[in-house]
């Protein structure tokens, strides 16, 4: 699929709107623009950023309102910001980058991982899980990606913080990644993550058996009227935004809460582990 961005997506949608409202197709939009329907097109995708002599071509095309017109350019100005993850932008393959933008811009992320998910790792269970991974990283490079990962976390204590819904095999409670009280600091993190409002943590216990994600984990994201899948493999990440992966998707997660403890047995499940760490 196409890269996601959504601040893009937004500015192209409401082009697209105010377009059809005025009664004009693509192609006639585009002529008057003396280029090409495809190219123009790509703003109303969202796959590219209009510059601001195309858009007040647009207004007059249009005949587009102050309030429209003001609309417009405030999405415009949010589109056009780069990403907070701008400075660390050397370490992100594209669709990495595309995951943390949709994050920042999600009503709801719903995941389910083998290990602790990203959003909810302590600093030194990061470092470990960075140091030991299929990447061969020096020093600085580590250092860089763990300040990568604890920036991330930030979202959840945003205002508008997405609803987060995490589902952990039992799997990364029991296995013991860096020592005892690095697995001790991070299972009392999810304790006190999962106790804030717009926070989940379920655990798939053992005795769950087979299971619709036993072969790997993944997340999906809704922000506005759309939902994309992100799944991270050993040799890269994929997205899927097809209606059928999507449903397929959607349909094993819910399938997987069925095989998932409560809210309160998960507590009480990490609250043992915490105490068999200590």
């Known amino acids: 699929m196409a890269q996601v961005n959504i601040r893009r997506h937004r500015l192209g949608r409401k082009l697209a709107e105010i377009r059809k409202q005025a009664g004009f197709t693509q192609a006639q939009v585009a002529d008057h623009l003396e280029t090409l329907q495809g190219s123009f097109a790509r703003y109303e995708r969202g796959e590219r950023i209009p510059k601001r002599a195309v858009l007040h071509q647009l207004f007059k095309i249009y005949e587009a309102s102050d309030d429209v017109r003001q609309e417009v350019m405030s999405l415009f100005r949010l589109a056009e910001q780069p990403s907070w993850w701008h400075p660390y932008r050397d370490l992100l393959q594209p669709e990495y980058a595309a995951l943390l933008d949709l994050e920042v811009d999600a009503s709801e992320i719903r995941t389910y991982q083998v290990i602790v998910p990203g959003l909810l790792q302590t600093p030194e269970y990061t470092r470990q899980i960075l140091l030991y991974g299929p990447q061969e990283l020096d020093d600085e490079e580590v250092e860089r990606r763990l300040e990568l990962r604890m920036a991330r976390r930030q979202i ?34 999810l304790l006190n993550v999962s106790g804030q409002a717009q926070t989940s943590v379920q655990i798939v216990p053992f005795s ?29 990440e994929l997205f899927l935004d097809k209606p059928t992966e999507v449903t397929t998707s959607a349909r094993a997660f819910e399938s997987l809460l069925g095989f998932a403890l409560s809210v309160k047995e998960s507590r009480e499940l990490m609250e043992k582990y915490v105490e068999e760490y200590s």
């Open 156 to 189: 959840l204590s945003h205002e508008a913080s997405p609803r987060l819904l995490a589902l952990m095999d039992e799997g990364a409670l029991r296995r013991i990644v860096g020592n005892e009280q690095v697995m001790r600091e991070q299972v009392q993190h």
């Open 208 to 236: 769950a058996g087979a299971h619709p994600a036993a072969v790997g984990g993944l997340t999906l994201l809704d922000c506005d009227d759309r939902r994309v899948v992100y799944v991270e493999t050993t040799v890269g």
